[in-house]
């Protein structure tokens, strides 16, 4: 077991999961986690339900404690240490220590890079004003419910009709607060197509969430006690919570200096061994870029499962593996109430930037047999390659059991399949599950008939 | 458009799939259908549901009736019709009207078998005493649901503990009877792994039905009223209604005496075009074989989605396609009660009988998020070959949201994907849903390590 020293910086999913599996393989090397915040290796995509109450306290998002790391795996987990820079000539990083402030420089042999993402939000008037949250990180989530158990607010505006977003809204509405929502574009949850989305729109309309579709933000008044309103371009809402939901953004402005090389967006650049352009560093999870294997090119997505694969795979590789993580179809599900809503691959404006001749189709049938108590709507809409079937994207919206249907298409544009081959799988069929047809065959059957 | 006589012998899935194609596609043709009994294109599938009253009435499961197929699809269908020989030397059927008992030969240019299948059942005493049913078509559900209302029976047997033996325990429980079951292995349902079988038992038991395993049926006792009790190799067992779920057989010994091919069971045996041995004869759905995708042999099971499906690729190829259907690889799911049986592929006794070297392991997670409410235990079992990690099975028990999953890995099977590729999909994820590693991967994660 070789010896070497590892510093990890960020200790969520991808960095944990890299320092546990390094040391399930090597007893011997010195590893150091830097965590800015006080919380490690927790789950940041269950915040929106222990806001809600629906998971009783931020504790149990939390999968272990800085404690158990240090005491039972020997990793040196040190919470609010926050790296402030990254010199990789010297195989150092300068630390800043939010508890008495003072700063320090540390070497590595190794390092991984793990500090993930948060709430993007343009650098508008007001936006560091009290009542204003991303929720990307458990301390952000704990200082919402904070808030809402202290300031009582009445009136919540959602900047941004994401995931997150979507799923703030469901908590703030069982919380008992007015909703808004304003969206850029017409249509919310702008990882669908604008049809599919105008589903979305519609459902969070039916569950009290009042939108205001083609408005953008523009600043945020505040008094000293936070945030009054959100001014958009077309109005001024009041508002006595704000929650950021206009995507992640990677964590990684202290690298800008660096010799690190960073994405456009400022994701950190890696091959498909989680390997930076620098030898020995490594960065995984919501800071870094992955590949999109229906495009086959770079793409940036913040996802749980993403975080927790690309960094099992960078602690392979850091221990001397040849591991890969292939890339993403960009799979996503949310749940608000009783609505679930799935995509997959390729939506139809980013076909017709890439200049690919596609056809599309959306469906409307039912979840179930249709005679079976409960059967629901589900609607599915998918896109294909038109001259040669293959399936590039789908996107499903329904009720219980309409969501997890998106992995066979996940699994299908993995392995460039044709809506012909689609129409061949065997898959699983009794009247509670599905119609005879199952509802992504029954998209496929439609559509290879524009096809011809 | 083509000018021919076409027979159809059988009128459900597979049966009016094929009529229903071929009228879509030619408006020349003659079809001429016989069905045995008085219904047609309905859900033999949805019979357990009608009979435990979750579904209001058996029409709900109709799809469509004799006089719709008649007059809007100029479709011949002639219910309690019932062919009882072929002749494929001079191209003709000997048809038994069950009405006034006569008999005609009818000729044809082209002829599909569509038979289905019928619970299977040993040639034991009192078989066919009244009281002891299969429930393989509808006019057997009708008469299983009359005999409950007139009769009143208080104690059911059933016997096998197939998917219909189950989802018929389960609406005789709804209903209020006592329900045995005998079963001739230590676990019910032989489509799983004894491991995973012992889960339904356990299930089942707790559901209350009374299992007695390893016992077979020697006869029945009957009285002139019907049955009275089931007696196996160990007991007698007092019935007053008795359920055949002991698997299901093909619907040809009409054929016997003709020159179609059958295999060792009964069976159709068809190539993947779905044609017969004989020119102009075809055969879909319960009645014919099909292919394995796992082994690429032939391969005999009763279900719905085939039928539809060899429904449909037989008529595309009566009309001078050149459809085929690749196979399936067994995927079947189950609910009885809050539990979710899947399965798909081979299994453990089957790849030993075929000398394949395998790998296997069963889990215990949750169907989503631990933290999440309502997460539940869910139990998967995946076998992969030893020397390549490629998937050759996957069993999945568990509650609401488990058994779907299965799709995932029956799409693995046909592709021949490895656990490593199981391992990588961009399977969907968010805490209502699922734990961040999806169940299936947690499983092949566990496997793929007993691999080295």
Known sequence: MEKYKLIIIGGDAAGMTAASKIRRENKNCEI?????????????????????????SHEELIVRTPEEFIKKHKIDTRILHEVIEVDTDNNQVLVHKSDDKTQFWESYDKLLIATGGKAFCPDVEN????????????????KVDNFIKNKKPKNAVIVGGGYIGLEMAEALLIKGLNVLLINRSEEIMNTLDPDMGALVNNAMTNLGVKIYAKEELQKFEADKNGVTSVVTDKQTLKADLVILGMGTAPNTAFLKKSKIKLNEKGAVVVAKTQRTNIRNVWAAGDCATTTHLVTNKPFYIAMGTVANKTGLVAGKNIEGGKAVFPGVVGTAVCKICVYEVARTGMLEKQLKTLNIDYVQTMIKTKSRAGYYPDSKDIYVKLIAEKRTGRLLGGQIIGEEGAAKRIDVLATALTYKLTLRNIIDLDLSYAPPFSPVWDPVQTAARKLITLLK
């Open 127 to 142: 936006r560091d004003a009290d009542g204003i949250f991303g929720v990307s990180t458990l301390r952000s989530g704990i």
């Open 32 to 56: 150091i986690v830097f965590e800015k915040s006080e919380y490690v290796s927790y789950s940041a995509c269950g915040i929106p339900y222990f806001i809600s109450g629906k998971v009783a």
